[in-house]
């Protein structure tokens, strides 16, 4: 972690968020993936790691946050998970359609069981859920369906505006993210036709990297201003204590 902390400095970002995955909460404990989540045992050493960092390198702003997924009906399990802990920011997230974690390489086959419309409005039908349960601050990557390339055969202007009313109407602030430039889809989360939307109803923006290594660490965030700029966002948001402050761009 030391290493991220050290790479936005030499970056000379303003500050840096952890927001590691929270633990397989909705699953049983012989079937949740190490690789995938941390243990529930770690979660309070995470925490006590970012803080312990806070008081190492007092020359950046280092906040404390978390990317839960979205399980519906498990939503108090969550909210109980979370509670304990001086989050500066939830991050909502969607990686499951059932059992189906769709943003796993070892799971592409699967997408050959849908129909690619219905599985984006299945998608998203999630995403609006998962905003409204008012457990998350930010909703990351909210086109990750798009991940491994796989496009929507109809036209998703309708469903792109629906998406963002719903972000709007929850108050949240929605992850504009460089990682999708390294994935197969070659393209930021979320796409630049809803990225419009989401702007012209004044869902606030806040840029991530995603990163997983230190090398990714602010990586592609002059292009991911540009593009918000380009799509008529005029401020960052940033966290802290779960309190969102917005910034001129």
Known sequence: MEEYVEAAIAAGLREIG?????PMYWLPEEQRDPGTAMRMEELEAYVADVLRLRERYPEIPIRLGLEADYIPGREEELARL??????????????FIGDWNFDHEGYIHRYAEWDIDELYAKFFSLETMAARSGLFD????????KKFGHRAKHDLSRAYADVAAAMAEAGVTVELSTAGLRKPVGEVYPAPALLRELCSR???????SDAHRPC???WGFDQAAALAREAGCMSLARY??????????
């Open 240 to 249: 802290e204590g779960r309190r969102r402050i917005l910034e001129a761009l």
């Open 82 to 95: 979370l509670e304990p802990y001086p989050w500066d920011y939830v991050i909502g997230s969607v990686h």
């Open 216 to 218: 990714e660490v602010g």
């Open 18 to 22: 952890f927001s590691d995955h929270v």
């Open 138 to 145: 930010i909703m990351a990557h909210i086109d990750l369906v």
């Open 202 to 208: 004044g869902v606030p923006l806040i840029l991530s």
